[in-house]
């Protein structure tokens, strides 16, 4: 079946230091990838997508490319800032039907100034 | 575009009572729309797939009777949670799909219940 695996643990780091979020999967066929952000008290907002390989998927600073190979979609960004701690899940969908996602674990993370 | 809406975003209620959690797309038609139920520190569970004008399709470990959902419109999906008990209490989203072709979904704000 599908599923999405992402890094354990929380991830603290500095403001203006560089975040990356692994994350891998397994899925039949050709799957989208998402990677959602989960602000405290709140539903989940759509950061980015990618819907086929090599696919670079971009927002607010954020990257995540889309590696068939590799089966990941690494979340990245630059230059962290206070406002960007959150919980962030990866997640895919497998085209199939009526859209239904399957979750990594999603990684807390806290910036500090 | 592609806003959905909770309602309420709270709700306290007694052990034994009944509460009803509602789920719209503002600003699309959503044939399809999902229910999550997300612990605290840890990732959503689907509960059940809502499909408009048929009835839900629910996880394995969900029970049917006791998470009666409806989905009698293309933009509102209805939760209600049947006897309520504190081992209920949870944060519960929902979400709707897009109609972009990219699978997305997009989720409402949630809705905080805890029963007493």
């Known amino acids: 079946g599908n599923s999405v695996t992402q890094m354990e643990g929380p991830v603290t780091l500095s403001e203006e230091a560089f975040l990356t979020i692994n994350c891998t999967y397994t899925?039949?066929?050709?799957?989208?990838l998402f990677w959602y952000v989960q602000y405290p008290g709140e539903g989940l907002q759509l950061l980015l997508k990618a819907t086929k390989a090599d696919d670079k998927g971009s927002n607010k600073g954020f990257e995540a490319t889309y590696r068939k190979e590799t089966t990941s979609f690494h979340l990245e960004k630059g230059s962290v800032q206070v406002s960007d701690s959150a919980v962030y899940f990866c997640?895919?969908?497998?085209?199939?039907?009526?859209?239904?996602?399957?979750f990594g674990k999603g990684n807390q993370v806290v910036v500090i100034p | 575009g592609a806003v959905v809406s909770q309602h309420p975003s709270w709700v306290i209620c007694k052990s034994g009572t009944s509460v009803k959690i509602e789920c719209r797309s503002l600003?699309?038609?959503?044939?399809?729309m999902f229910w999550y139920r997300q612990f605290p520190k840890q990732s959503l569970m689907l509960m059940a797939t809502s499909n408009e004008g048929s009835k839900a399709t629910y996880e394995q470990g969900v029970e049917k009777d006791k998470f009666l959902i409806n989905h009698a419109s293309l933009t509102l999906s209805t939760l209600t949670v049947t006897s309520a008990h504190p081992e209920d209490s949870s944060f519960y989203i929902c979400s709707a799909g897009g109609t972009s072709g990219g699978y997305e979904q997009y989720f409402g704000p949630g809705t905080r219940l805890t029963v007493t």
């Open positions: 997640a895919l969908s497998d085209r199939r039907g009526n859209n239904r996602l399957a």
């Open positions: 899925a039949t066929g050709y799957p989208s």
């Open positions: 600003d699309f038609q959503a044939t399809t």
